[in-house]
T-cell receptor, first 115, second 116 residues
C-alpha cells in the first residue's frame, strides 16, 4: 500500500527563521507527483508547492522550497523567512500517474510561528 | 483568482437522514473530486468524477454515497442515510486537466458535517 509519513506532528519556528517539515513516502511506482498543502484555521486546503518525480531539480515557490530525495523517498518542505501567516497544518501528499484522483495525504504537521 | 465554492459551510443532521453537500467547481475545470477529513485525522479520497461518471472511488465510497453533476455548474455529494461516523469535513476539489495532473487540485473551503 502506498503511504505518506509525516513524522513531526507539531513544529515551531520563530518569525523570520527557517523551518523544515519532513515527509517520506513509500511507493514502487515511477510516475508520481508530490505536493505540499497548507490548511490554515479556515480549514481550506491550499496548494503550496508541487514536484514531479521525474524532475531532479527541487521545486521552489518564493519562500517555499523542497528537498526531493527520490532514492530515499523523501520530500521535505523548507519555509524561509517564516511569517505569522505561515502558521497552519501542512500536509504532504502523493498522486500516482495512473491515478484518477486518489491523492494520498500524510497525517499533517502543525506549524506554529512565534513572533 | 477562481475558487471552488462549497455550501453549506456547516450542516447538522440527524442520524439516518439524507444530506446533500454542494460544490461549484471552477468553471473551466473538467475533473471533480470529493475528499473528507475526520477531525484530527488525515484527508482521505472519496471519489473522482469526469465526463458525468465516476472515474475512481475509494473503499469509503460505498452504496450510501453518490455523486452527481445535475447541471453545468454544480457537483453534489449525497449521503443517503447518515451515520455518526460520517461526521467530518468534506472537501470538494477540481482540476483543469487530466486527473493525474501535476498541477494539483484546487480545493474548496469544505463543509463541516455533524451527524447527531
Amino acid at each position: 500500500a502506498q503511504t505518506v509519513t509525516q513524522s513531526q506532528p507539531e513544529m515551531s519556528v520563530q518569525e523570520a527563521e527557517t523551518v523544515t517539515l519532513s515527509c517520506t513516502y513509500d511507493t514502487s511506482e515511477s510516475d508520481y507527483y508530490l505536493f505540499w498543502y497548507k490548511q490554515p484555521p479556515s480549514r481550506q486546503m491550499i496548494l503550496v508547492i508541487r514536484q514531479e518525480a521525474y524532475k531532479q531539480q527541487n521545486a521552489t515557490e518564493n519562500r517555499f522550497s523542497v528537498n526531493f530525495q527520490k532514492a530515499a523517498k523523501s520530500f521535505s518542505l523548507k519555509i524561509s523567512d517564516s511569517q505569522l501567516g505561515d502558521a497552519a497544518m501542512y500536509f504532504c501528499a502523493i498522486l500516482y500517474g495512473g491515478s484518477q484522483g486518489n491523492l494520498i495525504f500524510g497525517k499533517g504537521t502543525k506549524l506554529s510561528v512565534k513572533p | 483568482e477562481p475558487e471552488v465554492t462549497q455550501t453549506p459551510s456547516h450542516q447538522v443532521t440527524q442520524m439516518g437522514q439524507e444530506v446533500i453537500l454542494r460544490c461549484v467547481p471552477i468553471s473551466n475545470h473538467l475533473y471533480f473530486y470529493w475528499y473528507r477529513q475526520i477531525l484530527g485525522q488525515k484527508v482521505e479520497f472519496l471519489v473522482s468524477f469526469y465526463n458525468n461518471e465516476i472515474s475512481e472511488k475509494s473503499e469509503i465510497f460505498d452504496d450510501q454515497f453518490s455523486v452527481e453533476r445535475p447541471d453545468g455548474s454544480n457537483f453534489t455529494l449525497k449521503i443517503r442515510s447518515t451515520k455518526l461516523e460520517d461526521s467530518a469535513m468534506y472537501f470538494c476539489a477540481s482540476s483543469e486537466m487530466t486527473a493525474s495532473t501535476r498541477y494539483g487540485y484546487t480545493f474548496g473551503s469544505g463543509t463541516r458535517l455533524t451527524v447527531v
